[in-house]
């Protein structure tokens, strides 16, 4: 058995009143790609303060590639690299400075080789003499990204990485993102499109309140928690809410079951019913339908 | 998403170890952190050594203009001569308090105080590095300011072991004290109020005008309350080998000033104080 990426033991943290962590147990093996989801508030971003060192924990332990966070902070900083929500530069350097000081941060000198290689596969290569000043939004953004790797961490947590970022931003970066976790790289990720989680992660922790309210493979959380369902649009709604279908925004109505062999019943209620079928859709179980159904039963 | 392609990521024994880069030297985190503070401060270099240089040089031009031919100093030292150490002394105070707080606060404003925090660089590291770049950029402005008074002004220094000592210890506690400052701000208007309401004052009534021996007795006895009139006094006796105040009792003064600021700042980093909650 190998030692976890990430352990967190009965991490607790309060600010206050306000409880953010509340005895957080956590494993994430190493080379997995590990979503974590929550509301805002959840304590997402309070959790991976405490594994980066910028929040300190009331109680428990994290520890990052067996180096706790704390009293072997220097090995377990080095093992770690965090990509931030904010958009946050240097505005008095080129993107090639800030990589080379980042590097001497973390103790290494004569960066280039790698450098120029992120650089590259950032597709930043071209900017690497321009100011931070200058660069757009999503460009600032990959620099952040490049400046976590620029000491080639062991696990790397991206904070909502793709926030506000534009589609074809977003594909390229998690393109970059899965050759490194194909590398060896361990990837943990929060981010507020679950349809990223679901398409990305291989495991899924859910946050509320502070408290881990769901842990599993994706694959299972979309077993045990979403159904299937029916969507149609027919000519007497009525017929359909009697029926037990539930009314979308849309105007289409919704029919929620277990298993896709019980569409043929539904279909043949609705036309002895006299509901007047125009159109209809199967809706497959997805990540967001789990989150709705975690948040709002626990 | 538009792709449905679902992403597996490998299984444990497929896992292949990656390992950090090794660091070089236990130092280079520290010395990254003084070369990036020092490169800051040279990139505006007009606005962070250039303007103070200027700044004294007025001082210079228009004080020595109005009291050079009227007001001697330990006996037959002339006003202009006495004045520049002053200028000196004040223009490497200011701005290593300037240098070290206003770096911190901006960092911590804009958020990019991060790439400093997240990296294994201990307390004593960051306290070090930000200190040393200050008291670097106190020197740089301080050397500035007594270059362009020489057209102005003969000086000689009687004892340049004491002018150096007394630079070093005074960029030290306004090192530090900036950092003080510049983690304790939240926002740039707190900060002006420290050196405004602060730095200022104590400064200005530190005697880098005027020798506190042409005060009244009440004013000279409360000059001794202020560390500043040590630092402007102790260095003022590098140049003439003549002070208001025993050298020796200067020198003690602002040591302990030094060594209890860099003690307060060092346990303000050590507990993270506003920068890791």
Known sequence: ???????????????????????????????????????????????????????????????????????????????????????????????????????????????????????????????????????????????????????????????????????????GLWQFVRELNRDGHTIVLTTHYLEEAETLCGRIAMLKAGKLVALDTTDNLLRRFATHSLRVNVEHTEVALALGGRANDDGWVEFDFDSYTEVEAVLARLREAGAGLREMALGEPDLERVFVELMHRV | MSETQVHRPPSTAAVRRIQPMAADAPLTGFRTLLHKEVLRFFKVGFQTVGAPVLNALLFLLIFSHVLDRHVTVYGDVAYTRFLVPGLVMMAVLQNAFANSSSSLIQSKITGNIIFVLLPPLSYRAFYAAYVLAATLRGLFVGTGVLLVSMPFVEQSIANPLWVLVFALMGGGIMGSFGVI???????????????????????????????????????????????????????????????????????????????????????????GYKLRS
């Open chain 1, 1 to 171: 058995m190998t030692m976890p990426a990430i352990r967190v033991r009965a991490v607790t943290k309060n600010y206050g009143a306000l409880t953010a962590l509340a005895g957080v147990d956590l494993e994430i093996e190493q080379g997995e790609f590990f979503g974590l989801l929550g509301p805002n508030g959840a304590g997402k971003t309070t959790l991976i303060s405490a594994l980066a060192g910028l929040v300190r924990p009331d109680s428990g332990v994290l520890e990052i590639m067996g180096h706790d966070v704390v009293s072997d902070y220097r090995e377990a900083r080095r093992n770690l690299g965090v990509v931030p929500q904010e958009l946050v530069f240097d505005p008095f350097f080129s993107v090639r400075e800030l990589l080379r000081i980042q590097s001497g941060y973390f103790g290494i000198r004569n960066n280039d080789d790698w450098i120029d290689e992120v650089l590259a596969r950032l597709d930043l290569s071209h900017k690497a003499g321009a100011n931070m000043r200058t660069l757009s939004g999503g460009m600032k953004r990959r620099v952040l990204v490049a400046q976590a790797l620029v000491h080639r961490p062991p696990v790397i947590v991206l904070d909502e990485p793709t926030a506000g970022v534009d589609v074809e931003l977003r594909q």
């Open chain 2, 181 to 271: 400052a510049g983690i304790w701000a939240d926002k740039f208007d707190q900060l002006a109020a420290f050196q405004n309401f602060l730095i200022m004052p104590l400064t200005m009534l530190s005697g880098v005008f005027y020798s506190i021996r042409s005060l009244p007795q009440l004013w000279q006895d409360v000059s001794y309350f202020n560390p500043f009139f040590f630092m402007i006094d102790g260095f003022r006796y590098g140049f003439f080998g003549q002070s208001d105040a025993s050298p020796w009792l200067s020198l003690g003064v602002v040591s302990a000033c030094f060594v209890c600021l860099a003690a307060l700042t060092l346990a303000m980093l050590a507990r």
